[in-house]
Structure formats: C-alpha cells, structure tokens
C-alpha cells in the first residue's frame, strides 16, 4: 500500500530531526529539517553552514547518533 509507505517514511525521519549524524567524508553535524519529497536526504547543520543533501548528491549520511 503506497499510503501506508509514505505516511511511515513521513514518521520515520521527523522522528530524525535534531539528531546526531556522520557524514561520509567524517563531518559529524545535525539534521535539522527533512523535506517531504525528499525523506533520505535531510538538511545537516554542520559549524555554521547548512548542507542540503539534496543537492549536495556527494554526501550522505554514513552513521546517526
């Protein structure tokens, strides 16, 4: 049932936001907003910038804290 993937998807990465996580070239930073089309790829506040891994396609998340 596609409805019930979404709507578990949705659940699962706000349950994500102000967590810990690595980066896989070793920033360590935090998620701070998910977008809705885009569940697997978080914003990550790293120091004092905000990396969009939607469009930074080169980085992903390597471990969550």
Request: with cysteine; aromatic share 8%.
């Amino acid at each position: 049932d596609p409805e019930l993937v979404q709507t578990f998807i949705q659940n699962a990465t706000q349950i994500q936001v102000g967590r810990k996580v690595r980066l896989n070239d070793g920033r360590v930073g935090e998620i701070v907003f998910c977008e809705q089309n885009y569940p697997t790829r978080p914003w990550v506040k790293v120091e004092e910038s905000i990396l969009h891994l939607t469009k930074e396609r080169h980085l992903h998340i390597s471990d969550i804290f």
